[in-house]
Nanobody, 119 residues
Framework: QVQLVESGGGLVQPGGSLRLSCAASGSFFSIRDMRWYRQAPGKPRDLVAAIGSGGNTKYKDSVLGRFTISRDNAKSWVFLQLNSLKPEDTAVYYC?????????????WGQGTQVTVSS
């Protein structure tokens, strides 16, 4: 059984910062791409940032220059540093990872962590 557990969300004022973390645990051989998605009320889940096993990254245009994704392959963690936060960044943020398992390549989701940007 594989688990992804996010942490680090919370309430922050506009212009503030947060650091989200996601820890992977369980039975898997390796982790391929790791991603952060977010979903605001009434809106679809959107890809925010992604990072490959080699460290290559990509970002949603609206967060470029403000958010930074990173990973610790040794500890199976992925992080999302959120800076210069805006009210429109308010959403539930989800961690997603593609993993090599004994059943093949599977994608897993975390339970989500709430980020609220408000004064």
């Amino acid at each position: 059984q594989v688990q992804l557990v996010e942490s680090g969300g919370g309430l922050v004022q506009p212009g503030g910062s947060l650091r989200l973390s996601c820890a992977a645990s369980g039975s898997f051989f390796s982790i391929r791409d790791m991603r952060w998605y977010r979903q605001a009320p009434g809106k679809p889940r959107d890809l925010v940032a992604a990072i490959g096993s080699g460290g290559n990254t990509k970002y949603k245009d609206s967060v470029l220059g403000r958010f930074t994704i990173s990973r610790d392959n040794a500890k199976s963690w992925v992080f999302l540093q959120l800076n210069s936060l805006k009210p429109e960044d308010t959403a539930v943020y989800y961690c997603n990872a593609e993993m090599d398992t004994h059943r093949g390549v599977l994608a897993y989701w975390g339970q989500g962590t709430q980020v609220t940007v408000s004064s």
